[in-house]
């Protein structure tokens, strides 16, 4: 699939219309922005768009997220360190602000920074001059900073778990992505993108959504925004044996469970959770228990990968998450278990 296509921002309501010529004007200005919206309503998509819309195209986007890196490693990521400037720094590294110069540095859940790296990144925000860990030069990088967060930073900023001046400096330009429910007529417009996209991407023949599924999509109130219709949709194109799908209603669920695919759906959740469980324990075990480093080496996110833990029991109870990982939690409502909600949920 062509890249400028997968990357479109699609959706033609009022409300998201909005939102675009927001972006645009976002785009052509050289601020701080800070993106504001529930899990899965397309901050990460709005910050690539903002960056390849603006003066910077040309150099690099960075993409970081905060809340997967460990804490103690966050601030030499960014920020680069020398040689020797902990136990593990064998050798120097420039650092992504480093990388990322001329170019854009999207700091995804940056409730989770520390406050050390909070004040680092502050620091930055004000002159553009950084050191590396362990080294007294002062370097300069001319970096556009974009955050994201799901977490509702002035609550976090009062109970001083974020800095309120760095509050300040990143709000200048506050972008606010809506829900899915609040875009009428999006979902719909959404789902039908991504069956063609998936037609495409299998080599399968295309399908279509029967009428109820479809008013179900345009009723249902998607927790996990764009993200779960994406996921939901997915799932459904490659279940569906006939060319029409439908989920999310009553006769479907029926079919599920009484149904003539009843027996093999049902065998292949057991399979699935067999499978998450056997992957789980093993990645746990080669990265020594730490849920971090886990989530780091399977490729998913630290949260939704925490979530997969707890839902299979296999978490250390003994173990004290770090705050910013508890609350990277608590805000994150998404997750694998994604599977299931439509079918559950509703009428
Ligand atoms: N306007 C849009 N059009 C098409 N796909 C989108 C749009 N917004 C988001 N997506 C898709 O939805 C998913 C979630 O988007 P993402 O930017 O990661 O959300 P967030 O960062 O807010 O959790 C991604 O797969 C993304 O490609
Ligand atoms: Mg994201």
């Known amino acids: 699939m062509d890249d400028f296509l997968k990357h479109r921002l699609i959706g033609s309501s009022a409300r998201f219309k909005q939102?675009?010529?927001?972006?645009?004007?976002?785009?052509?200005?050289?601020?701080?922005?800070?993106?504001?919206?529930?899990?899965?309503?397309?901050?990460?998509?709005?910050?690539?768009?903002?960056?390849?819309?603006?003066?910077?195209?040309?150099?690099?986007?960075?993409?970081?997220?905060?809340?997967?890196?460990?804490?103690?490693?966050?601030?030499?990521e960014l920020f680069g360190h020398e040689r020797g400037a902990f136990t593990d720094a064998k050798a120097a590294a420039v650092g992504l602000v480093c990388e990322a110069d001329g170019g854009t540095l999207f700091l995804d859940e940056v409730d989770a920074l520390s406050l050390r790296a909070q004040s680092a990144l502050l620091r930055f925000l004000q002159d553009k001059s950084y050191r590396r860990l362990g080294s007294g030069v002062e370097r300069h990088a001319d970096v556009r900073i974009v955050v994201a967060s799901n977490a509702n930073l002035e609550q976090l900023a009062q109970t001083r778990q974020f800095r309120s001046d760095l509050l300040y400096r990143l709000n200048v330009l506050l972008l606010r992505m809506p829900p899915l429910r609040e875009r009428?007529?999006?979902?719909?417009?959404?789902?039908?993108?991504?069956?063609?996209?998936?037609?495409?991407?299998?080599?399968?023949?295309?399908?279509?959504?029967?009428?109820?599924?479809?008013?179900?999509?345009?009723?249902?109130?998607?927790?996990?925004?764009?993200?779960?219709?994406?996921?939901?949709?997915?799932r459904e194109f490659l279940m569906t044996d006939g060319e029409e799908i439908r989920f999310g209603t009553a006769a479907s669920n029926v079919e599920r469970t009484e149904g003539k695919h009843g027996l093999f759906k049902t065998a292949k959740a057991h399979a699935i959770a067999e499978f998450e469980r056997r992957y789980l324990s093993h990645i746990l075990e080669k990265a020594g228990g730490n849920l971090t480093l886990a989530a780091r080496l399977s490729g998913q996110e630290r949260s939704a990968f925490g979530k997969l833990v707890r839902k299979h029991s296999l978490q250390n109870t003994n173990a004290i998450p770090l705050l910013s990982e508890a609350r990277a939690d608590a805000s994150q409502s998404m997750n694998a278990e994604i599977a299931s909600p439509v079918c559950a949920a509703k009428k």
């Open 19 to 76: 939102t675009c010529s927001e972006i645009q004007k976002i785009a052509s200005v050289d601020a701080t922005v800070m993106i504001a919206g529930e899990t899965g309503t397309g901050k990460e998509v709005a910050a690539r768009a903002i960056h390849y819309q603006s003066r910077r195209c040309d150099k690099p986007f960075i993409p970081v997220n905060c809340g997967a890196l460990p804490e103690a490693l966050i601030e030499s």
């Open 184 to 234: 009428d007529g999006d979902s719909i417009e959404l789902a039908r993108t991504f069956l063609d996209r998936l037609s495409h991407q299998y080599r399968m023949p295309p399908k279509v959504l029967h009428p109820d599924t479809r008013a179900f999509i345009a009723e249902y109130h998607w927790p996990g925004n764009i993200r779960e219709l994406e996921n939901v949709v997915h």
